[in-house]
């Protein structure tokens, strides 16, 4: 595996927006104690449909309020035309974001209305890109062990190459357990020529139904003695969790020692599994002695 070595590596978590003050309030103090750990940036995800896609808005103008770490709205294009994208970006850039991940999208079960101009993720990239030049940074997706609609895991490569070719800078990936999937992915991508950054995406275990839930509908992969184990807990959710961070802390070292530039975390607007993995991964005072 060849990723730009020597580089400082990234660290981000992603949030989503909260439903309601309660949850603002939460997750203004997972903001708190994950920005003592200095990442380069939160992001915030982006829901299709307009009360969604409003509460991205206001979730990305506080934390830019706020100052203390970098925001990085997630903007998709599913569901919106090529004029409220715009209308979005311009909001965007007048508030000083400076880093966006583009995506596709996938629209809620059961949400109407129509598809947007844009079908994929790398149409959108090159409209960022002819409209604002270099001014965003843009994070794409990347798939280790390949979308779930993807054709096949060739055709999935070759959509992935058109996003970086349409000028994305470097890519987070879906969350996945098995470090030996991205490790033959980035593989197989600096085998194309594609040299951007491929930051290794992660989700803290902390309730087993959701992830499996999560994972049935993302197609990542519980290993088999992974879900064995997190099946036999039950409700034992202190037990869930040990685990839990026994197996992302050794898959974080495993992917650290392998050269992955960073770790982008799926927070779920919860500070405590993230901390707990970056504890074990002794990140704070690998940075202070950087
Ligand atoms: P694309 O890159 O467009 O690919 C989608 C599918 O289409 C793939 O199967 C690909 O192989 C295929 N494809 C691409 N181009 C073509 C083509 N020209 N012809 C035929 N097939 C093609 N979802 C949200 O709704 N909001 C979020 O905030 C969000 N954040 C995410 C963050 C990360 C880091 C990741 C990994 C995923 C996120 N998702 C989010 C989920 C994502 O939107 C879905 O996985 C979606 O189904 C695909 O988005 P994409 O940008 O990867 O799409």
New binding site residues.
Partial sequence: MNQAAGSKPVFSF?FFPPKNEEGAERLRRTRQRLAALSPAYFSV????GGSTRDRTLETVLEIQREGAVEAAP?I?C?SSSRAELLELLHTYREHGVRRL??????LPSGAGGGLGEF????ELVAFIRETFGSHFKI?????PEF?????NAE??LE??R??VAAGADSA???YFYNPDAFVAFVDRVRAMGIDIPIVP?IMPITNYTQLARFSDA?GAEIPRFVRKRLEAYGDDTASIRAFGTEVVTRLCQRLLEEGAPGL?FYSMNQAAPSEAVWNNLGLGELRASA
């Fill in positions: 992603e995800t982006f829901g299709a997630h998709s599913i991940v583009a995506l596709r999208g996938d079908r994929y993720a790398a994070e794409v997706a990347a798939y979308h779930p609609q993807a054709a055709k999935d959509h992935f058109q996003k987070i990936t879906q995406g993302c982008h």
